[in-house]
Every structure is written in C-alpha cells, then in structure tokens.
C-alpha cells in the first residue's frame, strides 16, 4: 500500500515539468527601439541626447516643394488639415507629442501613433518620407529660409505665433 | 518579305502620325482650309512683291541724271498723280485683304468651336496633369461613368465634347488630326469639339509648356466604328478580374501591398488611389507614362524599376520591388487587360 502511494507520487512528480529560463536573450530580440516611439515625456536617464539621424533633404528647396505635394497626394491634410490641425493634431507646434527633431517625424511617419496615425512604412519609400519630413518642418521655420517660400500656398507660419505647448488638437 | 517589310513601315508612320495636314474631323478641315487659304494668297502676295521689286532691277538702266533726286527738280503732276494712284489702290487692296483673312479667320474660329449638332454628343472630362492625361467619360447614370488615363476612344462621326481641367498648371489638349488646341486651366472649365470622319490613331501632345516633361506628354485618341466603341466602352465599366494562376495572385499582392497603392487605382481591389492614373485596364492601353514607351513587359519593367531615368522629374514614385517580386508584378499588370 505504501510502496503503492510512493510510486503514485514519483509519477506525479515527474509529470511536472519546470519552465525553462532563457538567461540570455536570443540574439534576435537584442534591438533597443528608438526614443523616437515614445507616448510620455518622462523617461528614465533625463532628458534625451541629440538625435544623429539627419534628414538627407535638410535645406532642399526642391525636397520641400516635393514634401508639400506629398503631403497632399498622400491625404496627410485629411487630419491634420494644411498643419494647423484638424482630426489631427496641428503640425505647427512649438512642442512635438512625439518629437520635432527629422528622425521623430521620420518614425511618426513610419510607425504611426496611437489614435489614428497610421503607420505608413512598407508603403512610402523612405526618400519621399524624408520629403516630407522636411516639409513638415518647414511649417515650423524649422527649415533655412533659403530653402522655404517666401509667402506660402497655404498656412503662414508666424515665430511669435506659435501654439503653446499644451494646445491644439485632439491628442495631446 | 520586301512588302511586308514596306507595309510596316507604313503601318509605324501611321501609327506615329500627328500632324494638323492629315485632317481627320470636320473642325480639323475647317483649319487646315484657313491654312491653305492663308498660305497661298500670302504666297500669292509675296510672289508678286517679289516680282515688283525684281522688274526694276531687270529693266535697263535709264542713267541718274535723267532723274535727278535733288528737291528742285520735282515729278510732273502727271507722275505725281500716277504715284499717288498706285499707292491708294495698293493701301485699298491691303486693308481689303487683311479684313479678308480677320474675317475668315473669325469665322472659321467660330465655327470650330462649336459642333455642326450637338445631339447625341459624347461628353469626355480630360485632366491635365504633370504629366499625364486623366480621362473620364461622363454619364448622367454613374454605373457607366469610365475612366482611363492617356487614351481617348470615340465613335467615328458621332461629335464629342471634350471638358477639360487641369489638376496643377495649364496645359493644352492638342490633337492637330481633330481638332486646334484647347487650354486646360486650373480650376477652370474649357470645352472642346472633336469628332473623328474616319477610323484610326491620332496622336495628341501638350501644347502648352508645363514644366519639365512637358514633351513626354502625350495621348492617343482611337477613332473606331460605333459597335466597337460601345464594346470598348462596356469593358472599361468592368472591373478587374481577379488573377486566379498562383504567380499572378503573387502579383496583385505585391501591388496591394506596396507604395502603388497611394496613387493608382485598380477597381475591383483595395487600391483606390487617386492622383496617379487608374489601372483597371492598364494592359488594354497602347502606350505607357503618357505616351512615352510602347506598352509591353519589358518597358513597363523599366518604368517601375526607375521611372526618373525615362522620364526625369515625373511624379511616378520610386518604389522598391524585390527581384522575386518583379516577374509576379508584371506578369499581373498584363492581367489588367
């Protein structure tokens, strides 16, 4: 009887099965994904260094004119209207949501956000995104005056006019 | 061999045929008639000029000194009365003359821009766009609105409305076998009359300078009989029909899920794009990028793989295919008949 319950138990036993720890991470989940996808302002370590990626098309007259094209082609101002904002937040903004620097917008652009930015990768090549990316900015005169009309098709961006940081749009 | 090959040959000039002297349609007669008129009463004209000036040098030389030009020896009255005679009558005949052609060219600009009857006309939406031509044929019922891109198909001797647009800056909708030219502007509608006397291909161009393709930006209007018309009509409506081979359903799929989509549109799939030209019957068409290649497999390769080297600053974007995905791609595009 005994020997019966012993038994009963090794069996038991051995049909447990311990979870297997992986200590080191397979190679191919290693990526750190970029700053440039966060949804809150606080992070850990402070404030975020300077960005390297630089935008290919910076101070290209012909690139922005291409972004502007895009931009519409593309029904970026159905939402977010000439820039100044509609179901979509205003591109003419003091302070990006998701970070005014070229490689922000690059991966806005590329990955989408939450609420309504859809992710546009895999569809526009990437030179396009950079075009527009350079438009975009120069609706901040965040572009060489150089490189921007003098008096623009649509939305005037004036410097002292700016939006403050909390305001405009739908997503903060 | 010798006349098959001469036969080609002509069968190509006809086919690359674009010239306001090969009048197709009754508007187009009417042009090239005030063209002749002007050309041979000018040429008239000149040749008598010609002829006036060349006589006195034929004629012997009476010597200066019968004539001296110095002030105090002044023609007879009889010469002055005979000069002024021929100056009046020749001043008469000129005025007449210009009012003439001011007249005929009035009428004849009148006259084309306006159908013999407008009944039964066949109303067509062309868009300029850099650089490419969008068509649409309108319809009061929407089932039968179609629309194509860089090729017009009317039915001979039925005249046809063209409404023109233009989606950036303004160009001309030019076909010298139909018709004169016709401004497309922004925002702006212009109407046009063509109408097609007999079948064929007539080539159509630009005629208005629009940036830096300008010159690859041509159509080709099909005149056919009316039965074959209506029957290219009623498949333009329809859908595409769906790839059924594997490699072709590989195809569609890299078209839908790829950049394409943004711009063209391929009804009876998710691609609705609408700044590019439409797709649904792209394989039915003769040419590719508005008339610049002849639409076969290996030109349509070519043109997406690097659309800028063809046809420098066009908007056709640069879309990276993979190599494995290329053969699929165009082997669906041929599907789109």
Known sequence: ?172 | MKRAVLGSLAASTAFAQQSALDAAGPNAYRIKLLGAVFLVLLGLIFLIVIALALIPLARRHRGIEQEPLEQRNQPSQLTERKLAGSVGAATVITVLILFGLVIISVVAGKTVSGPSNRANALVIEITGNQWWWAVRYANDDASRIAVTANELHIPVGRPVMIRGTSNDVIHSFWVPSLQGKRDLIPSHVTTDWIQADRPGRFRGQCAEFCGLQHAHMALWVVAEPAEQFEAWLTHQLQAAIPPSEPVKQRGQQVFLNSGCVLCHAIQGTTAAGQVGPDLTHFASRLTIAAGTLANNKGNLAGWIADPQNIKAGTHMATIPVKSEDVQPLLEYMETLQ
Not at chain 1, 25 to 52: I, K, M, W, Y
Request: charged share 20%; net charge positive.
């Open chain 1, 1 to 172: 009887m005994r020997l019966l319950a012993v038994g009963c138990c090794l069996i038991a036993l051995a049909a447990c099965q311990r979870e297997r720890r992986d200590l080191r991470p397979s190679p191919t989940s290693l990526a750190v994904f970029g700053s440039a996808g966060r949804e809150s302002e606080l992070q850990p370590g402070g404030a975020q260094p300077d960005l390297n990626v630089t935008n290919p098309y910076q101070g290209s007259a012909a690139a922005i004119a291409e972004g502007q094209r895009l931009f519409s082609w593309y029904n970026c101002a159905g939402c977010h209207a000439n820039g100044g904002g509609a179901i979509g937040p205003p591109l003419i903004k003091e302070e990006w949501t998701y970070g005014g620097e070229p490689a922000n917008l690059f991966d806005t652009i590329v990955k989408g956000r939450p609420n309504g930015m859809p992710s546009w990768g895999g569809r526009i090549p990437e030179y396009q995104i950079w075009q527009i990316v350079a438009f975009v900015r120069s609706l901040n005169n965040k572009e060489p005056k150089s490189a921007t009309p003098a008096r623009n098709d649509t939305i005037q961006q004036d410097p002292g006019a700016l939006l403050p940081k909390s305001g405009g749009g739908v997503t903060k």
